[in-house]
């Protein structure tokens, strides 16, 4: 008699936990979600949960990056037109309350879990900047960003702004700003 492929059984808890995650998160909103509702939700113990994962947020960050694509900017040659596209994503993707709701949470754990923030930085954050980044030197070559420029803190001036604006709800977020943004971006960079 065969014993039973262990990899494929934790692939399936995993991708058991990880859809537990979103829908609970989805219906109950990050503070009500708890590792003991997930677990129940998958079918599996805590224990198999904190096997992977050290928090709820650790698994709340894998279910939400579970199936992003690898971060990529467009680039048609038109640093303007492709730095509103991105940002008016960005700002999209922020105002949607849901997925607002649940990164404004991951962002106040961030701040009491060192592992949390470690890998907020490291699988979201760092791989956006990264491409940011690849897309300035690009448009630096193509003469559309000033040489000499410190191109790591343009991309700071880019989505700096976005995040300060989210975070404090200081005025409203939407496509006009997206592009008020953008224009001030460019202008800053030539």
Known sequence: MQSPDQRRRSDRARTAILTAATEAVAELGYAKTSIEGIASRAGVGKQTIYRWWSSKGAVVLEALVADQPEVEWPDTGDLTADLRLVLRATVDEFADQANSATLRALMIDMQQDEELSRQVITRVLGPQLAATKRRLESAQQAGQVAEGIDLDVAVEIIFGPI????????????????????????RALR
């Open 163 to 186: 995040y300060h604006r989210w975070i404090l709800r200081t005025h409203p977020f939407d496509q006009a700003y997206a592009d008020t943004l953008t224009d001030l971006a460019v």
